[in-house]
């Protein structure tokens, strides 16, 4: 494999909320049933499938340990799956 074939690592998350405090003290509530949906949607879909399907995404970088390239590869691969990109983040570890 050439060095610039390399396989990226890709990871999902998606953020839920409910719109009112209404129904959250019973045992299964909607944010329960949103967050069941999400997970089996992201375990069935790779990123960009997700990243399509809510419309952005935002990018998370290693420092020292993510290559500007691969960052370039990703947010171009976005871009072609009509997603934008909401932001970038950049952590220390």
Known sequence: MKRDERKISLRCAVYTRVSTDSGLEQDFNSLDNQREASEAYIKSA?????????GSAILAARRHRTKVKDIEKIASALTGHQSEI??????RL
Not at 86 to 91: E, Y
């Open 46 to 54: 790779d990123a960009y499938v997700v990243a399509s399907r809510v």
């Open 86 to 91: 909401a932001g970038t983040v950049l952590g």
